[in-house]
């Protein structure tokens, strides 16, 4: 675990909390799924909340963050309220998207989440255009793409880092390699998995970090968000994780990856590591951590009932926000 950060404690605690509320949304969401309260697909982001949570805590709602099929994370971490996202998978009306796009269609420009997506990769091209845009206003913002090792193979990585590179815009290029896309794994799809490697080659910063310890992942998008602001260009943050079920929530989760290699990656979960740490360093103490059970809990629970109680979107309104009025 990265040393560097010197927090207070309320803050190392605030990472604690966000990879918490995250880690139960998508769990609660993967047993509604399995309830048949979620139409469609549900990819859920466990074994990868230091990613977001460590990101997104250096960013305003005034910054922009484009997100993948694997985006309740980065919706949550981003300040989109638990009761939105689960409304919103259950086609509620009270849904972040009024419940009219369900888990890869999550927007909120109040907040800055300007929207999960199915489609591999253009999120990176997105959020070089909201970095485009950061340049033209001159307003200090910076735009965000997460995406997954899979989308580093797609044309649109190669687009997106060039063009931010040679125009230093104000971007950060997050990629959390999972090492699969899908039941394929990177080691198959590419001949080089160093993916912040890859970037350097654009001619922009870049670096590899352990993508399981919130406190690397804060370092890092400490540095990179500084340096974007000052107007020193893109940096590429490669967080090496790992989902630890399915790629999608009832699809097998077998053959593709061995039950060793998945119980290794369990032991380094990122939320039970990070609590470790900061009780065996004296920075919080256990009944800091039962509390923050509890908050969560009783926060997930009251989004579960909310979301159940909400009713359907009305059909009569199946026409509105598809053209601004
Ligand atoms: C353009 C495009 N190609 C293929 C797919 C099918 N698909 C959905 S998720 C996925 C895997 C993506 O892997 P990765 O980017 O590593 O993200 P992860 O699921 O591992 O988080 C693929 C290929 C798609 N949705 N969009
Ligand atoms: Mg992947």
């Known amino acids: 675990m990265s040393n560097a950060p010197h927090l207070s404690k309320d803050q190392y605690l605030a990472l604690y909390r966000q990879m918490l509320e ?5 769990e609660q969401l993967a047993k509604s799924h399995q309830a048949g309260l979620i139409p ?6 466990v074994g990868e909340e230091a990613i977001a949570t460590g990101v997104c805590a250096h960013l305003t709602h005034k910054d922009a963050v484009f997100s993948t099929h694997r985006g309740h994370g980065h919706a949550l971490a981003k300040g989109v309220p638990p009761r939105e996202v689960i409304a919103e998978l259950f086609g509620r009306a009270t849904g972040v998207s009024r419940g ?30 909201a970095g485009y845009t950061s340049k033209l206003l001159g307003n200090g913002t910076v735009g965000v793409a997460f995406f997954g090792d899979g989308a580093s193979n797609n044309g649109a990585f190669h687009e997106g ?13 997050v990629c959390e390699n999972n090492m699969y896309a899908t039941e394929v794994a990177f080691s198959y799809a590419t ?5 912040a490697e890859r970037a350097t080659t654009y001619g922009m910063n870049a670096c590899a970090v352990d993508g399981n310890d919130v406190l690397a992942v804060y370092d890092a998008m400490g540095e990179a968000v500084s340096r974007a602001r000052a107007g020193y260009g893109p940096t590429l943050i490669e967080g090496k994780t790992y989902r630890t079920r399915a790629h999608a929530e009832g699809m097998r989760d077998a053959g593709y990856r061995t039950a060793e290699e998945l119980e290794a990656w369990k032991l380094r979960d990122p939320i039970s590591n990070y609590r470790a740490k900061l009780i065996t360093q004296g920075i919080a103490n256990e009944g800091d951590f039962e509390q923050i059970e509890a908050d969560v809990k009783a926060k997930i629970e009251e989004a579960l009932e909310f979301a159940k109680n909400s009713p359907y979107p009305d059909p009569a309104t199946v026409t509105n926000y598809i053209y601004s009025q």
């Open 40 to 45: 469609g697909a549900c990819h859920t982001y």
């Open 100 to 129: 009219r796009g369900g888990s890869m269609h999550l927007f909120s420009p109040e907040v800055g989440m300007m929207g999960t997506s199915g489609i591999v990769g253009p999120c990176i091209l997105q959020a070089t255009g």
């Open 22 to 26: 995250i880690r139960r949304t998508e």
């Open 191 to 195: 001949r080089n998995t160093e993916v």
């Open 161 to 173: 880092l060039n063009l931010a590179a040679i125009w230093d815009l104000p971007v950060i290029f």
